[in-house]
């Protein structure tokens, strides 16, 4: 636990507002005790006369730390080191959470729990461009990063375009690299979508979270080179593990193209609407 024996002082004589040095500090103080997640950390008023500041500053410098995933504030417990959330940077690019993970030093590991062909409902129909009762593989794994389970996948393929998919073991390699490397099929372009959703009994069971927990949708459609559907995926990933990384850049706006839309309860509205602030 982080006592009160710092070597960290606020310098009253600089510009930086008190409730940023405090934050330099608190963060410095963890890596250097070596404290890990979970760990407890002092509560407000041992801060304010540990650092000599207002309660005030204290619970700024916490609101921030939260905010930005250093600590946790559980009601009635404590705060302590918050657990760190895996960066996915699976919206804007067309990755594979195998190769994400990969790219940051991590290891994936896969617990297939459905693997066969079944016949597509009428969704799964008109996602994938296939009559109703096409045979498609079903792919259904829960996935761990460094042992921790993150997130339960539902995917989707045209059986016909990966025959014998389902005899493949995937408990520790990307699809997307089986899928370029056996069956030549690229993925070259899709459509995802990212939504809050809460954790029911069965999905929280899986991901070893609360019910009612908060999850992160990814919906997910990409096509090959000729324009045909191969996966469809839904992911259920873990709110308190995870958070997803989009880079944007602002182009001139040519003349009458479609603003960006926000769904909302099913209805689209125009992010450029009415009240809407740059």
Partial sequence: MLTSSTGGRINRSSPLPYYHQLKQLLVQEITRRGLRPGDLLPGDHALCDTYDVSRTVVRQALTELEFEGVIERIKGKGTFVAQPKTAEGLVQSLTGLFEDVAARGGHLRSDVRTLRVV???????????????????????LRFVEELPWVLTVTHLPH?????LEYEDLTNQSLYALLENRYGVRLVRGRRSVEATLAGQVLAGALEIPVGAAVLTLRSLSVDADDRPVESFVAYHRGDRSRFEVDLVREARSQGARPSMIVTGGTEESAAGDGAQA
């Fill in 119 to 141: 016949p597509a409902d009428s969704h799964i129909a008109a996602e994938l461009r296939v009559e109703p009762d096409t045979p498609v593989v079903l792919l259904e794994r």
């Fill in 160 to 164: 016909d375009l990966v025959p014998g």
